[in-house]
């Protein structure tokens, strides 16, 4: 048969077995008289082989190892008789299975978070990589909030984004958020936390010392009779219950931890972070 004709018969093109053939996948028969290379069966049957492999993930450059070491030369049955080809075969496969599966969780994720975001523009809400509820109260709360706690919210929310998207967001943090963006006696207590916060920033720490251990010392009296979301901030682990929501399991990247000075840049604000943070591991549960 001639080359269109095998292509068509394995669902391929001639430019496709011409690239075979360039590969030294496929073999060239030699041109007959009238100056037609004239293709066997044999060949329809390891071009179909060929392209049955490439169909199911597996590498052109793989392929012909794995039909080496599969088949014997004529591409008809197996020889079984080299037991380090087929263990070479079988480690080629072993390490697609494993990629694929790889690329079949990835997908997986992939799909739900475009679902998510799907329903999200459905619904109006923006797009983000917090929960629904959450991401509602937040809504909420900036619309009750102008100036001086508006800046300063927005900036609390793509910190929290941040930390989410690299899946180091513990979900006692939420949780406490949900709570306390819920309610909206604490939301305004909230909102005027942030806007203390937000008249620290650009001031001297010496200056307003009264002032950072003022606001340290009302947002503790919020999260110390907490010991989960005392855990999650790394205060002690009294249930040991402390846990991220998607954060990096042994053999994954080291999550993303960054340092005060990045999450803080602020002087001012840096030390009423500091300030919190002793003052819980002193008033928390031993």
């Not at 044999?42 to 450059?61: F, H, T």
């Not at 599966?101 to 983000?128: C, F, K, N, T, Y």
């Not at 963006?181 to 009264?210: I, S």
Request: proline residues 7%.
């Amino acid at each position: 048969m001639r080359i269109g004709h095998l292509a068509a018969a394995a669902n391929t093109t001639p430019r496709a077995v011409r690239h075979y053939h360039r590969l030294g996948l496929l073999s060239e028969p030699p041109r007959r008289a009238n100056g037609y290379r004239d293709y066997t069966m044999a060949d329809l049957a390891r071009l179909m082989r060929i392209r049955w492999l490439a169909d199911s993930g597996v590498p052109l450059g793989a392929i012909a190892a794995i039909l080496a070491g599969a088949q014997d030369d004529s591409g008809g049955g197996r020889t079984g008789d080299d037991p380090e080809a087929r263990a070479d075969v079988r480690d080629d496969l072993a390490d697609l299975v494993a990629r694929s599966a790889e690329q079949v969780d990835i997908a997986r994720r992939r799909h739900e978070r475009l679902v998510r975001m799907l329903d999200a523009a459905d619904r109006g809400r923006p797009l983000s990589p917090l929960p629904p509820e959450l991401v509602d109260l937040i809504a909420i709360a900036e619309r009750e909030c102008d100036g001086a706690e508006l800046r300063a919210l927005r900036r609390e929310r793509d910190l929290v984004e941040v930390f989410a998207l690299a899946g180091t967001l513990p979900d006692p943090i939420v949780d406490w958020s949900v709570r306390v963006l819920g309610d909206a006696g604490m939301r305004r207590a909230y909102r005027m936390l942030m806007r203390d916060w937000d008249r620290l920033e650009g001031r001297e720490p010496g200056e307003v010392d009264q002032q950072i251990t003022d606001l340290a010392t009302r947002i503790s009296t919020w999260i110390i009779d907490d010991p989960i979301l005392l855990s999650a901030m790394g205060i002690g682990d009294p249930i040991g219950t402390a846990t991220g929501g998607d954060g990096a399991a042994d053999g994954d990247p080291p999550a993303f931890v960054p340092t005060a000075a990045q999450v803080f840049p602020d002087p001012a604000q840096r030390a009423v972070v500091e300030r919190l943070a002793a003052q819980l591991r002193e008033r928390a549960p031993s």
